[in-house]
Each structure stands twice: as structure tokens, then as C-alpha cells.
């Protein structure tokens, strides 16, 4: 079965614009979440959706927003973005997220300039 | 917050050597998965422990939980070139899941 797709894979944005990515997970999965890896940080959890609604959030200014729609494809939003911004947004779908596996999506790589 | 953190940050062997990495949380966890990613590529599952003091095995990996459901490693014997990239534990406790920052894993022929 098909993977998680993520789009666009790269994208360059000026300091002040916003950026929307989007993610379409594994058929019949219905939790979405995402991810910001940079090489200093690591992984760190953004938000999570299940069934439309955000049940988990990361510790992200409110620039870093969500949403999932009835297909269970999500987008996540940033907005007045900042050089520290750039970085891989990683999608993962999964069946449950609170006890299963994440799949990856390839990510989408962002750089602020 | 919990804290998951991930140790060595980078280790560099010889084929044929074995590595070990470790993760350690500072709350106890209901389960822990480690995730392996190739360099340019994505996080791939490898395995999720749930028991304490649980120990699982694929092939050259060996995965264990501590006791205390606080710590685990991942421990490659005989490590081959295909065993590059960075390893990712992550634990979760209650609805936060948290990575550790991850193994960089560098094998030379």
C-alpha cells in the first residue's frame, strides 16, 4: 500500500511570509502527526490530530498551527516565519498513535531566508 | 516535562565492532520505540517494548527495557555499512511521546 506523502518536499520562504505543508497518510489511518527535526534539536513533536480534532500538542508558539480534514489528510501552517524555522517538518501516520508505530513521510524541507 | 535522553551522540566503529546506544527518561514510560533513519531519509520503525525488563532480538539488533521502565538500549553486534544512520529511541508516557535526540551511527569498511 501506498506510504505517507508529503508535499511539497522543498520549499524556500522569506523571514515574514507563511508556509502551508501538507500530508496524506496510509490509507486507513486516521492519526496524523508532525514533527520538527533540526540537527540541533532533533525530533520534536509538534501536534497530533485523530478523527479531525487535535488531541496532542508539542510546545510550539501558536505560529505552528494544524488541521486535519474528513480524509485524514492534515496540513500544518506557520506562520511570520523566522530564520529558525528552517528545518525538516516530518509527517507520521498511524493506526493509534498513543500505542502504535509512526510511519514517516519522506518530509518536507523548509529554509527560511 | 519528561526528558528522553539519548546517549552517545555519535559513534564511529569499524565493521565487524559492536555499538550500543542508550536512552534514558525521566519519568517511567508505557512503552518505548526505537526508529532508525538513513542519512537524507526518514524514521523507520524497528521496534516498540512494552514490559519491563522486556528483550527483544532482530537478526544483529538486541532491544531491552529496563526494569524500571526509565531506560533501554539498542545493541548491534558486528556492525555492518548498512548499519549507517542515526537511531532514535522514543518514549511515551501518558499522551507525550518525546525522542530522544538520537545516535549517529558510522561504520567504516
Known amino acids: 500500500k501506498a506510504g505517507v506523502t508529503q508535499t511539497p518536499r522543498y520549499l524556500i520562504k522569506t523571514r515574514g511570509q507563511q508556509v502551508t505543508l501538507s500530508c496524506s497518510p496510509i490509507s486507513g489511518h486516521r492519526s496524523v502527526s508532525w514533527y520538527q527535526q533540526t540537527p540541533g534539536q532533533g525530533l520534536q513533536f509538534l501536534f497530533e490530530?485523530?478523527?479531525?480534532?487535535?488531541?496532542n500538542k508539542g510546545n510550539f508558539p501558536g505560529r505552528f498551527s494544524g488541521r486535519q480534514f474528513s480524509n485524514s489528510r492534515s496540513e500544518m501552517n506557520v506562520s511570520t516565519l523566522e530564520l529558525g524555522d528552517s528545518a525538516l517538518y516530518l509527517c507520521a501516520s498511524s493506526l493509534d498513535w498513543s500505542t502504535g508505530e509512526l510511519f514517516f513521510g519522506e518530509g518536507s524541507r523548509l529554509t527560511v531566508l | 516535562g519528561q526528558q528522553v535522553m539519548q546517549i552517545p551522540q555519535y559513534q564511529h566503529v569499524q565493521e565487524g565492532e559492536d555499538f550500543t546506544t542508550y536512552c534514558n527518561s525521566s519519568?517511567?514510560?508505557?512503552?518505548i520505540q526505537w526508529y532508525k533513519q538513513r542519512p537524507g531519509g526518514h524514521p523507520v520503525f524497528l521496534i516498540q517494548?512494552?514490559?519491563?525488563?522486556e528483550v527483544k532480538k532482530q537478526k544483529r539488533l538486541t532491544f531491552q527495557f529496563g526494569e524500571a521502565k526509565k531506560n533501554s538500549s539498542l545493541h548491534i553486534t558486528a556492525t555492518q555499512t548498512t548499519d549507517v544512520g542515526t537511531y532514535f529511541c522514543a518514549g511515551r508516557s501518558g499522551y507525550a511521546l518525546n525522542f530522544g535526540k538520537g545516535t549517529s551511527l558510522l561504520v567504516t569498511p
Open positions: 490530530y485523530f478523527s479531525e480534532t487535535q488531541r
Open positions: 519519568t517511567t514510560l508505557s512503552n
Open positions: 517494548l512494552v514490559k519491563s525488563g
